[in-house]
C-alpha cells in the first residue's frame, strides 16, 4: 500500500500562525461542542428512544475510522438501519435496511448528533474533511491521502458544495482544499453555509446516501461485484498500525 507520510501533521504546525489558529480552533470546539450537547439534550434523548422502541438495541454504533494522521479512532453514531441478513448470513445492502426512521435521521443528520462527544474528547473537531471509511485509505491518491493532515470534521468544505451530490472525485479535492487553505475565517463560513444548508437540505439526495456507490479509487469497482457494501457494520483495520504508547 502506498503510504503518505502525514506523521504529526498538527503537531508539527503548532508553532507558526497556522498552529496559533489550530489552537483557537480547538477551543473553539469544545466551547460550541459543550454549548450544543447541553442545547441538543431533549432531541438526542427523543432519537434514541425512537431507535430503542423501533429498531432495538443498540441505539448508538461505533467504527472505526481513520483521524488525524490516519490514527484510528472510534466514531459514534446513531443506527439507522436493521440488522437484516440475506440467505447467506451476510447482511442486506444499506438501501434494504435503512429504516423510515433512519432516511429522517439521515436527512436532517440527527444521526452524527454523538459525534459532538466526539468533538469533546479531541479525536473529531466541527470543521474538516468526513470522517470515511477506513477501506478507502489503500484506495486514495497521495494528494486525497492529505485530508488526513487534519482532524476528521462533523462538517466541512465538501458538505456544504454539494454534499452526496457530488462525484467522489470532487469531493475529496474539496477536502484537500480545505487542508490547504484553513483558516478560522474559513471554518466560521462553513458553520454557517452548514446551518444555511441544514434548514434548506441543499444537498440532500433520496434515500439519503444509502444507494450510492462506495469510493473505489482509480481502479474502479470489482468486476460483476457490489457496488457498495454495507456501512453500519464491523470493518477490518485497513490503516497503519497505531503507534505504539
Not at 471509511?133 to 476528521?152: A, N
Request: hydrophobic share 40%; glycine share 8%.
Amino acid at each position: 500500500m502506498d503510504r503518505t507520510d502525514t506523521g504529526g501533521s498538527e503537531r508539527k504546525e503548532m508553532l507558526g500562525p497556522r498552529g496559533i489558529q489550530l489552537a483557537v480552533k480547538r477551543c473553539v470546539d469544545v466551547a460550541l461542542a459543550g454549548i450544543a450537547i447541553t442545547l441538543t439534550a431533549p432531541l438526542t434523548f427523543a432519537v434514541a428512544v425512537a431507535i430503542r422502541l423501533s429498531m432495538g438495541k443498540p441505539v448508538l454504533y461505533a467504527q472505526l475510522r481513520p483521524g488525524l494522521d490516519e490514527r484510528p479512532i472510534k466514531v459514534w453514531k446513531f443506527r439507522t438501519m436493521t440488522q437484516d441478513r440475506g440467505p447467506d448470513g451476510a447482511l442486506l445492502p444499506d438501501r434494504d435496511r435503512l429504516t423510515t426512521l433512519g432516511r429522517f435521521l439521515r436527512e436532517h443528520s440527527f444521526d452524527e448528533l454523538p459525534q459532538l462527544f466526539n468533538i469533546l474528547i479531541g479525536n473529531m473537531s466541527i470543521v474538516g474533511p468526513r470522517p470515511l471509511l477506513t477501506r478507502y485509505l489503500p484506495r486514495y491518491t497521495p494528494r486525497q491521502r492529505s485530508r488526513q493532515r487534519m482532524k476528521p470534521g462533523v462538517t466541512g468544505w465538501a458538505q456544504v458544495n454539494g454534499r452526496n451530490a457530488l462525484d467522489w472525485h470532487s469531493r475529496l479535492e474539496l477536502d484537500v482544499w480545505y487542508v490547504e487553505h484553513f483558516s478560522l475565517l474559513l471554518d466560521l463560513k462553513i458553520m454557517l453555509l452548514t446551518v444555511r444548508r441544514l434548514v434548506t437540505r441543499e444537498g440532500v439526495l433520496p434515500g439519503a446516501g444509502a444507494d450510492l456507490d462506495e469510493y473505489w479509487g482509480s481502479a474502479g469497482p470489482p468486476p460483476n461485484g457490489p457496488r457498495a457494501f454495507p456501512v453500519e457494520s464491523a470493518e477490518r483495520w485497513v490503516g497503519p498500525a497505531p503507534p505504539k504508547r
